[in-house]
T-cell receptor, first 113, second 114 residues
Framework: DQQVKQNSPSLSVQEGRISILNCDYT??????FLWYKKYPAEGPTFLIS?????DKNEDGRFTVFLNKSAKHLSLHIVPSQPGDSAVYFC????????????FGSGTQLTVLP | DGGITQSPKYLFRKEGQNVTLSCEQN?????MYWYRQDPGQGLRLIYY???????QKGDIAEGYSVSREKKESFPLTVTSAQKNPTAFYLC?????????????FGSGTRLTVV
């Protein structure tokens, strides 16, 4: 049973427009959420995170929104750039020293010039 | 530069052979992890270690083994018991607890069984 789900395997967006990537989770114990970006043949790199005590976190062009009641988070990229084309993974963790991450299956974002 | 290094980048294995994937970090991170990525699936945890000489099974540990003799190193052995080993393997490390930025990942090893 997947605890973190990214239901859209791919998304195409025109350059300059907004990209919205979605993620749903089932484990109500998750208290920290992260987004990673991955290029082919490379490891994922950290993009942005949000604690469950917040509902929004912003870093430049990237904003993550958390809706705890719906168990849903989204990543907004505005404006989208061709260099943003990558696979985006949503990840979640439960508090504690181990803080293992549970990953979604990823969404391939393609930004068209 | 601090980072996490995986080698080799590509690895071919004959059926029935064991192979070992290397993972080294110079970030002074306490915890290290091994994940497997298959097409259309998320990253699945194989093993993790929070401290030297100690490690725990993840969700898909069968057919794999690890060791943590040094803080910097966490090699993964894919044994002949692993029924479907062809995949992209990612090593990661983190401070304890892994707040804010989560994990630092290596660039991965693509293992192909021939």
């Amino acid at each position: 049973d997947q605890q973190v789900k990214q239901n859209s395997p791919s998304l195409s967006v025109q350059e300059g427009r907004i990209s919205i990537l979605n993620c749903d989770y089932t484990n109500s114990m998750f208290d920290y959420f992260l987004w990673y970006k991955k290029y082919p043949a490379e490891g994922p790199t950290f993009l942005i995170s949000i604690s469950s005590i917040k509902d929004k976190n912003e870093d430049g062009r990237f904003t993550v929104f958390l809706n705890k009641s719906a168990k849903h988070l989204s990543l907004h990229i505005v404006p989208s750039q061709p260099g943003d084309s990558a696979v985006y993974f949503c990840a979640a963790s439960v508090g504690g020293s181990a803080r293992q991450l549970t990953f979604g299956s990823g969404t391939q974002l393609t930004v068209l010039p | 530069d601090g980072g996490i290094t995986q080698s080799p980048k590509y690895l071919f294995r004959k059926e029935g052979q064991n192979v070992t994937l290397s993972c080294e970090q110079n970030l002074n991170h306490d915890a290290m992890y091994w994940y497997r990525q298959d097409p259309g699936q998320g990253l699945r945890l194989i093993y993790y270690s929070q401290i030297v000489n100690d490690f725990q099974k993840g969700d898909i540990a069968e057919g794999y083994s690890v060791s943590r003799e040094k803080k910097e190193s966490f090699p993964l052995t894919v044994t002949s018991a692993q029924k479907n080993p062809t995949a992209f393997y990612l090593c990661a490390s983190s401070i304890m607890p892994a707040v804010n930025y989560g994990y630092t990942f290596g660039s991965g090893t693509r293992l192909t069984v021939v």
